[in-house]
């Protein structure tokens, strides 16, 4: 009987979850719009008054028709915030277009819009990595050559060395970088300080920083600490430095020979010998985390990160209390060379199927040219490439001042160019070259040789 | 007289030896289950307790109770992207597609196993061949081609997990009809036959002798579609695509960017609200999940 009940009693609660599961997939489409409005209830007047302000006086742009747009974008919380603000902004100025947005951390984002793209669905307005006009506009269909939509995109705020990183291969301009970026130095300044020397300028500062702390404060204590990717971009600048080119050329061939790779990884390998660095097998011994997330960063025992400018508040967010990092500059290799490099961090695409490339172009020109989305989007991807858009949040002192310092950093040293194929799957990625060549040189698995010939044989296959 | 006392003293004394043995043997049984126990349990507990701490003690400390505790994870928990989704929403997104997953999955699955398990027809072998060489098959080759049907007929963006939920109709767990079949195996014809003679038709023979007997296969296949359905990230993230429709596993995932940094209490915190319900509804039917296995057992 007890048993006959209980099932009865199951048997309901399931039909009552299938039910509400049922209601579930219905209600939410009906749903945002009931909490929206009640939202905007309070400030509807204002909002009527705005939509028909622009209507009444026809501004520049103001020549459009109704549509729906869709918008997406990868990113965290904060970036999802400010991003959905200005949409919601721009739909406020433009009344009639309709955006719909689609956003999502960045695991596996670039594998869901690659299947999109390759289908025919992408969005109208598309956020896209630096290598993915090469990786998936290879015969120039898949993005629309903005220059079609110049009229209303407007172009010229952008550098044309700049634009230029955006071409596809058949030269078209598939996508308008939002944020340039590059890599520089970040110092704990108090573990310094407790060692008794000064940031480091260049790079002998820096390999005698690493004897310094390995006396001063003990074997724990680094000064800088790399891992299989940041190895790679340090070695590029080592080479960019003594070469005087990017290991990998604007045209796509490659600048070096082995004999290149094979100096170049000597020199990162004296880092590891003179105490500089961490040797891999101690990272992976740390728990295998990103650097903001190893303990050792965390109290100050690494007391270095080299990292994208547009990146340090992930690092100063997680370092514990007393400690205080600093933005350093490029390191100088001697006589002034820095051999860094600076790509594109990030652009907006616009797919070539969209209906409405007129529309998508007022959007991204929205958010990038249009001082009212400038200052919604802030520095969310980064300091932005755009004249205007860095203008007008520079005068209102809307960078954060590291990420602006760091920036600065980057660009005072005359930047090279990065290629996008320098993150190519082969090189960059799991099981991919860096890591292969880089962790084996360290665990001591490769000759300093054996390195170097996975590097070339890995550079001369993305550059053959 | 004294021989006598001697001999109880000797039994009693046996007996006493044969206690502390007991109690010593219990004793140690139960100190190894608890140091297990602590162990399997520890980083659950150490989670509930890393939802209260900062990023920096999160990453630098063993201690499951925070030294500092916050209430943020939980606060920016409930954060709803400008109305669009919360966590609540996301999860009523989730089982509105794990639900009909799961029961569609068990009917496509039990009938094809039926069907292969008692039946022989036509092209029976290559069929059986062709659908276990589908066992191998890796979900990441299925990505694609599958888009690319689903993109075709409109189902891409669905607001009712179509590409999600459809395919279950056509028994596409093959590891499901695999192991039913060989449950099948060992239920005796016999039984069927006698069912026939009572005058059931073969559905009613299904129904009636079939899947009481399977039972136990049968709630193993639902707990694992379940929890496939619910940890199923790819899926939602290909075929969702607006933010209102976005299931738990996405939502828990969407302030995780590893350029700007996050918070991993809240990440955490979500994750744990996000589990309670499977959690509650596995504790409050678990009497029912054994009962059901062993009335099987029995009965087979």
Sequence with gaps: MKKKVMAVLLTSVMAASVLAG??????????????AAEEKKEEAPAAEAQAEAPAAEAPEGADYEECTL??????????HEATQKAVEAFMAKYPGINVEVNFGAWTDWETARALEYQSGTGSDVTQIGSNWIPDYDGDGTVFLDL?????????????????????????????VPVSMTGRTFYWNKTTFDKAGIDVPKTVDDLIAAGKTFQEKLGDEYYPLTLGEYDRAL??????????????????????????????????????????????????????????????????GRYAGVFEWDSAPLKYTSNLAEGQELVVGDELDFGGGVYGNSAKVSMAFAICATTQHPHEAAMLVNYLLNDPEGIKIMASERGVPASKIGYDTLNDAGMIDPMIAKAHEAVYATNPMFFSPKFDNGELKGDGAAYIDAFSGLSYGDYSVEDAADVLFDAYSNVCG | MTNMANQEKTLSQAEANLRRQRAISVALRYLVLIVVCI????????????????NSEIFTSMNPIPTNPTLSGYRDAMQNYGGAINIWRAMLNTYSYVIPEVI????????????????????????????????FLPQVVLNVPQYIMYNKLGWVGSKLYLPLVVPTLFATETYFVFMLIQFLRNVPKDLEEAA???????????IKIIVPMLMPAIVSCALFKFMWSSNDFMGPLLYVNTPAKYPATIFVKLSMDSDAGFNWNKILALSLISILPSIITFFAAQNQFVEGISAGGVKG
Excluded at chain 1, 70 to 79: I, L, P
Excluded at chain 1, 259 to 279: K, R
Excluded at chain 2, 39 to 54: D, N, Q, S
């Design chain 1, 234 to 299: 340090f070695m590029s600048f080592y080479i960019g430095a003594k070469k005087g080119v990017p290991i990998i050329a604007e045209d796509g061939t490659l600048n070096v020979t082995k004999e290149d790779l094979v100096d170049a990884l000597n020199f990162i390998q004296s880092l590891e010998d003179n105490h500089v660095i961490p040797g891999i097998a101690q990272l992976a011994g740390d728990g295998n985390v990103t650097t903001n997330e190893n303990p050792k960063f965390i109290d």
């Design chain 1, 147 to 175: 220059n079609t939509v110049s009229d209303t995109l407007d172009l010229t705020q952008f550098e044309a060395g700049d634009l230029e990183k955006c071409l596809d291969p058949v030269g078209q301009q598939a996508g």
């Design chain 1, 22 to 35: 049922c209601g579930g997939s219905s209600a939410p489409a009906a749903a945002p719009a009931a909490p």
């Design chain 1, 70 to 79: 869709k918008f997406d974008w990868w990113g965290g919380d904060s970036r």
């Design chain 2, 39 to 54: 162990i399997m349990i520890y980083p659950l507990v150490w989670m509930v307790g890393a939802t209260f701490k900062e």
């Design chain 2, 196 to 206: 026939q003679i009572d005058g059931c038709n073969v559905m009613q023979t299904l």
């Design chain 2, 104 to 135: 569609f999955t068990l009917i496509s699955s039990v009938l094809t196993a039926y069907g292969f398990g008692r039946f022989k027809f036509k092209g029976h072998d290559i069929l059986f061949a062709a659908m276990m060489a589908m066992l």
